[in-house]
């Protein structure tokens, strides 16, 4: 028998789920309150949709996922605005929840340019505060369609950075031909005194 598709369930904000493992987690736990109120914003915008699952659900209830879960958006202004917090405050507790897994920047935003930062939910919080934990990933590159300064902006911070890497692979090849140098100088130098005292024991004696 043919599975009824996932439909979205389209009242976006009613409520969010917090799952029990996660609010008992100590990546939860050790969150100060503005960095789980920027969480439970964040995860508002989250899009659920109800599928039949008879594997993982024998009781045959329909199972819940959330559609968006690497495209959730928030701005600074939504979290200003019923937060009560000020974007440094804001940006910190982002920045709290990307570092103890929780979440992961999907895309980058660029305000002049009216692009929204995504984000997507992490499991990486299940390992926090283990030797095994993951880091981060890397930053997203700000996204640049539809916008010809942005793609410059892009390619201006991809050329600084080869530039960056180019300097840095010069510097460590001029000290390692600057200590082959020095050894071969000091080859000669022993080299000349070990003559030189040769010719000195040879016109003495």
Known sequence: MEQPEAKPNK??????????????????????????????????????????????NPNGRDCKRIENSNALKMTYTQAEKKLHRSSRAIADAIQMLVDKGLIDRTREGAGLYKVETLYGLSERWRRYG??????????PVR???GSEGLRRFNQKRTDTRKRQQQSQKTKQQTLQNDRIGNGKSSKVNTAEMVESKRAEASFSG
Do not use: C
């Open 130 to 139: 283990k030797p095994d934990f993951q880091a981060a990933p890397e930053r």
């Open 11 to 56: 009242r976006r904000g009613w409520f969010v789920m917090l799952r029990n493992e996660l609010w008992q987690s100590e990546a939860w736990l050790s969150l100060p309150s503005t960095a789980m109120n920027v969480y439970l914003l964040i995860l508002s915008d989250a899009v659920l949709a109800r599928k039949h699952d008879k594997k993982n």
């Open 143 to 145: 996204s640049s369609a």
